[in-house]
């Protein structure tokens, strides 16, 4: 069993940047993949970032390329989400999500575990 717990949201200006992580508990194999998602209010959830847990591949949505980064730190069994020059739009709950059968994919129900979210709020 895998727990993903999300930090790091919180209130920003347009143009902020903001760092979320995505902390895994339980036992994360190199075969796995993780996915950021987001929701905004009133909208379905979409794809945002994913990346295989050995490193070697990583897929953005093609709406959030060069402003989003994702990455992960194996020794503290954690992902990142690096967001610059923040928009008004980019306001939603982040998700993060693992899916053990390790496809980097944009295709929600092949992951398997989910975060509770974390909210990111951006002012104009």
């Known amino acids: 069993q895998v727990q993903l717990v999300e930090s790091g949201g919180g209130l920003v200006q347009a143009g902020d940047s903001l760092r979320l992580s995505c902390a895994a508990s339980?036992?994360?194999?190199?075969?796995?993949?993780m996915g950021w998602f987001r929701q905004a209010p009133g909208k379905g959830r979409e794809f945002v970032a994913a990346?295989?847990?050995?490193?070697?591949?990583?897929f953005y949505a093609d709406s959030l390329k060069g402003r989003f980064t994702m990455s992960r730190d194996a020794a503290k069994n954690t992902v990142y989400l690096q967001m610059n020059s923040l928009k008004p739009e980019d306001t939603a709950v982040y998700y993060c999500?693992?899916?053990?059968?390790?496809?980097?994919?944009?295709?929600?129900?092949?992951?398997?575990?989910w975060g509770r979210g974390t909210q990111v709020t951006v002012s104009s």
């Open positions: 999500a693992a899916d053990p059968s390790g496809n980097v994919t944009p295709i929600q129900h092949k992951y398997d575990y």
């Open positions: 339980g036992r994360i194999f190199s075969s796995y993949s």
């Open positions: 990346l295989s847990w050995s490193g070697g591949r990583t």
